[in-house]
């Protein structure tokens, strides 16, 4: 699917919609991952911000890109927990073994959404969505792409 996002608020009302859907499906084997893949400056944090409310997160959300991982708390039926992961500053995958991302992955109660997705390598769950983000022609104008694989 390729949406055509011509601002900030039509990125997060993107991911909210996508948000409201995942939140219906309860994950039985491991936890539910979306890999976001793009830029800097692609949209990718604007649309981790709109999922976050969309799973009824109401604080704003900071890009974690000093911290690596953020977990939220959700008060929803399927998941209790949202993982914010910012692999940008990461310089090898096993840093985030080290971080316990594997175990985060494998809770079906959690949603993980991860910047940077390409980074993290063979450690990305084979199941993950991905969505690609890029920059184009205008200022304010973003395609988002979902369900490419990466390798
Ligand atoms: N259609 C759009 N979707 C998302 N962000 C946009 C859009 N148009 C302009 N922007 C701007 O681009 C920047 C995107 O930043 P951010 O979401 O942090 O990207 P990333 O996390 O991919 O580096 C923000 O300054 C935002 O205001
Ligand atoms: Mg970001």
Same mark, same amino acid.
Request: glycine share 8%.
């Given at each position: ?6 601002? *900030?608020? +039509?990125? $997060?009302?993107? $991911?909210?919609?996508? $948000?409201?859907?995942?939140?219906? @499906? ?26 976050? %409310?969309?799973?009824?997160? #109401? %604080?704003? /959300? *900071? ?8 977990? @939220?708390? /959700?008060?929803?039926?399927? @998941?209790?927990? /949202?993982?914010?992961?910012?692999? @940008?500053?990461?310089?090898?995958? %096993? ?12 809770? *079906? ?15 990305? *769950?084979?199941?993950? /969505? ?6 184009? %022609?205008? +200022?304010? +104008? #973003? ?5 490419? #694989?990466?390798?």
């Amino acid at each position: 699917m390729t949406i055509k996002s011509r601002s *900030p608020r +039509e990125t $997060a009302a993107t $991911a909210r919609a996508l $948000a409201k859907e995942i939140l219906k @499906y309860k994950k039985r084997d491991e936890a539910f991952v979306v890999g976001l893949v793009g830029n800097l400056g692609s949209g990718k944090t604007t649309f981790v911000q709109g999922f976050a %409310r969309g799973s009824g997160i #109401r %604080r704003h /959300l *900071p890009s974690p890109t000093f911290l690596i991982i953020r977990s @939220y708390k /959700l008060q929803t039926k399927n @998941y209790k927990f /949202l993982f914010h992961v910012d692999a @940008y500053r990461l310089k090898k995958p %096993r840093e985030l073994e080290i971080l316990g991302l594997k175990e985060i992955f494998s809770d *079906p109660k959690n949603i993980v959404l991860i910047e940077w997705a390409d980074k993290i390598g063979r450690l990305l *769950p084979k199941k993950s /969505l991905l969505i690609n983000f890029r920059h184009v %022609r205008r +200022e304010n +104008e #973003r395609i988002i792409k979902t369900g490419i #694989r990466i390798g």
